[in-house]
Every structure is written in C-alpha cells, then in structure tokens.
C-alpha cells in the first residue's frame, strides 16, 4: 500500500520573487516545507542565477499548472557582448571572445530578427533529454550534446538601454520554452561579436507580476509552518485568468466534480471553447463547453 503523503491540504498560488543562486526545485521545496503542505508544483523552470517571478502552485492549484505554463512570460536581462560562455551565462567558462563591438542602432536593427516564430537550439547546459539523459549532465561529462532546434513565439524583443560598449540591456516576451541564454548567444553570433546573459530577471509570467505579487523567500521562512502564512496565497483561479468562465448550477457543479458533464447558467466561453466553471464563487472544474454543458477534463476537489 502507497504511504499517504504528510501535510496540511492547502490550496493556492503563491508569486515568489526568486533570488539568485537556487533551482526552482529547491525554492519549491522550501515553500512546501513552510507551508507544510501535502502537495507543491512550479510552472516555468528559472535558471540558478536567475531571478524573479517563479509561479508556485499548492494542492489543487497544480491542475491549473499548464496554463501559466503555457501563457506569455516576460524577461529583462543583461548581455554581455565580446565573450561567448560554455553555458551562454556568466557562470560559464569563457570559450570565445570578439574586439568587435556594434553599435547600438546595429543592435536594435539585429533583433527583429529574433521576434515572430522562430527556431532555436537550446543550451548545451540545460535540461533538455537526449537519449534519456539531461544535456547540462553529458556536457558536465565532457561530452558535446547536439540539440535539435526548436520551435519559439517571441512576441516582443527590446533594447532597454545600452549601458557602456560591453553591455546591452533587453526585454523579452516570449511563449514557453523559450532560453533567453540561447538568445544572447544567438544574437552575439548575428553581430559577429559572441554574447552570453549577465543576469536575467522574469518580469511576469501569466498573470503574476514579481513587482504586485512576488514574494521574497526571506519573508516566507521567517514564517514558516505558521498557518497565518496562507494570507500571502492567491485563489487557484488565479491560474486560469486567460480562460473564459462559466457559472454552473448546484445539479451542475454536483455532476462535474463526478467527472460528468454539468448545466451551465450562463457562459463566457463560445462553443468547443476551453473554460472553468464556478459555482456559488468556488472553482469546480476545467473543461470544453458545448451546448449549455461543459465536459470537465480536470475537476477540483476543494473544501466546501
């Protein structure tokens, strides 16, 4: 018989405003253990050196996941130009290095070229699976792993500022998996002077902003197992703002959390549409609206 899991049931989104120097499993795992809660999840890997909004989603937040997941994500980042790193940061070797320094308007011009769906080969350093094995490990090992490219949305791609000829400053939208590394590698490439990320910052992923929402995890240790922490959660439908919402009645909301399809009153949602359904204020399911039912595919089991 599979041990049941210790914890308290607690349910929610927490914006933690990652510091430098942790994996987001590490920092997910803090949060649990503060909250002491049975069941965490993250949505959008950062990398150590990163920082910024890192989405944690406790107990039946987790079946929202995907969808932060899947959203918009924003990052502000520093390139450094003239040296090209072994894992395209600064926590790299340097492997390559240029005199050549373009200019500003050079710049600017280059990175229209990285906007619009494009392809991109992810870092020799990162979690990538080739053949069963993360490519950060072969690469560890010596080996050279060949990443295949892989599809990308870049919705916007900005210069900031441009502090000083070693650095420029830019700002990214992007959909999933996208590698701002790869990014400044690939751009230092275009202008023919190598480039590598200085530091990097998520802005926002989703709906959650680290400036409005984010949470220093400083703040969460100091209190941690106190159950007054669960003030800083925000609601699971937190989770779902980019679907439409479907109000469903008590006959309605009864039959969705058995995994059936439920009444709805009124709908947001267009038919074949992709929408959560709510009733008297508490999120009961995700699912595909058709002719006044929705036909749940995630259904949560929240206290009444």
């Known amino acids: 018989m599979a041990r049941k899991r210790k914890g308290r049931e607690v349910h929610g989104w927490l914006v933690v405003d990652k510091p430098a120097g942790l994996t987001s ?7 649990r253990w503060a909250f002491d809660a049975k069941k965490a999840g993250h949505a959008g890997t950062l990398d150590p050196a990163a920082t910024g909004v ?3 989603a406790l107990g039946e937040a987790t079946k929202t996941v995907p969808f932060i997941t899947d959203a918009l994500k924003c990052y502000r980042f520093m390139v450094r130009l003239g040296q090209a790193t072994n894992t395209d940061d600064a926590e790299g070797e340097v492997i390559a290095e240029s005199a050549l320094r373009p200019s500003t308007e050079e710049i600017a011009a280059a990175l229209d070229g990285f906007t619009g769906d494009i392809m991109q080969v992810p870092p020799k350093f990162s979690a990538v699976k080739i053949d069963g094995e993360r490519a950060y490990a072969l690469a560890r090992e010596g080996d050279d792993p060949q990443l295949e490219a892989r599809p ?3 919705e916007s791609l900005e210069l900031v500022s ?11 939208v992007c959909g999933k998996g996208g590698y701002v590394r790869a990014i400044a590698r690939d751009l230092g490439e275009t202008l023919g002077c190598k ?8 802005i926002w992923s989703g709906p959650f902003e680290a400036d409005e929402d984010g949470v220093s995890l400083a703040d969460i240790e100091a209190e941690a197992k106190d159950p007054a922490l669960d003030r800083l959660l925000l609601p699971l439908e937190a989770g779902l703002t980019d ?3 479907v109000v469903v009645s008590a006959h309605g909301a ?6 059936n399809p439920g009444e709805v009153l009124s709908s947001e949602a267009e038919f074949g549409e992709e929408a959560w359904a709510v009733h008297q204020g508490r999120p009961v399911a995700v699912g595909i609206y058709k002719a006044g039912m929705l036909h749940p595919s995630r259904v949560f089991n929240l206290p009444e």
């Open 25 to 31: 499993t590490a920092v997910v795992n803090k949060v």
């Open 195 to 202: 480039g590598h990320v200085e530091w990097l910052r998520r």
């Open 243 to 245: 679907l439409p919402k």
């Open 254 to 259: 009864a039959r969705l959390s058995n995994g």
């Open 54 to 56: 890192l989405a944690i």
């Open 152 to 154: 990308l949305f870049v």
């Open 162 to 172: 441009r502090p000083d000829d070693d650095h420029v400053e830019l700002e990214m």
